[in-house]
């Protein structure tokens, strides 16, 4: 079996099989919790689930146990399912059930196998079952990802259009807690109603933490050169928790999505984005008119070296971010002036 995409696993589940092997791995607990559950749901008649469903966990089960457990053919039913979670726990002997399974699945056995690979870990065990299993990787979402984790979640399982600044606000304030996220998403699509679409002041009107300067609308001020506003915000960032590597990491990373799109258009901007940052697009690509290759160039110059300013300087964070922020005005300004 060769590894699919988060978004291809439902597609997978819709040409049901008789008997095979699932592996979902990766740091996002609470997406490969999802991705178990949808499994379940496909395979399992719920008039029979209290005889055809088990659930382990890897630390817990014995090879014997386990070997017995998936040798029960289904009981009154086309399929059994068996869920092993926190595989990184099973045995060197239970590792080997798992194993011969993944290889010849009986018919009507659907194995389910959940783990969080460690970072220093060399086993065959997980190569072999992305090879055998249909197998996805959910990986932990970063700050940027999560917005559009919040959008597509929303439109696809909720029907409901969430707005990017609403998203943003949402990361915003809650962080990357996917779990929370998805619980004040269901909140709010019950109080879009018939609208189907979440603005920010719904947000606001259901009782979300919104922060004071959204960190995301502080770096589209860069993108956009609106430096007199940056310099004004910045202080509520920095009151706010952010500090000076981290908005000069956030800066780079949207002036390099610009130059992207002075090089190369649009399409060059997409082939580089990544699956939930993908919305961007649509946002970058306008503001990108305002900067030429050149002048991007000059401003991660600039970026690099306040970044070891930062690292290395006695400045605080705020002289040294509004110096940059000065510098960044002042790029490409006399030509401005004279056009």
Known sequence: MASIRPGQLDRTLRDRVAGGAFFFFGDEDYLRE???AKV????????TRDFNFDQLRGGDVTADALASIVATPPMMAEHRVVVVRDAQGLSVKAREVVEAVSKAPDPGLILVVSASIPSSSKAKFYDDLKKRAVSVEYAQLSQDDAPGWVMETAREELGVEVDPEAARALVGGIGVDLGHLGSELRK??????DRKRVTLDDVRAVGGIIPRQDRWAW??????????????????LLESGENGVGLVI????????????????QQALERELKPFQKWMARRIVPVARRWSLPEVDQALAE????DRLLKSASLS????????LLRLWAIGRSDRQAA
């Open 317 to 324: 964070d705020r002289q040294a971010l509004e110096e940059l």
């Open 219 to 236: 770096f589209d001020m860069i993108s956009e050169r609106r430096f007199r506003e940056a310099l004004e915000t910045l202080p509520i």
């Open 303 to 306: 970026l690099l070296r306040t």
């Open 40 to 47: 379940v749901a496909a395979y399992l008649d719920p008039a």
């Open 250 to 265: 956030g800066m780079g990373g949207q002036l390099l999505k610009v130059a992207l799109v002075c090089a190369g258009g």
């Open 34 to 36: 999802e991705a178990v």
């Open 188 to 193: 709010l699509a019950a109080y879009a109603q």
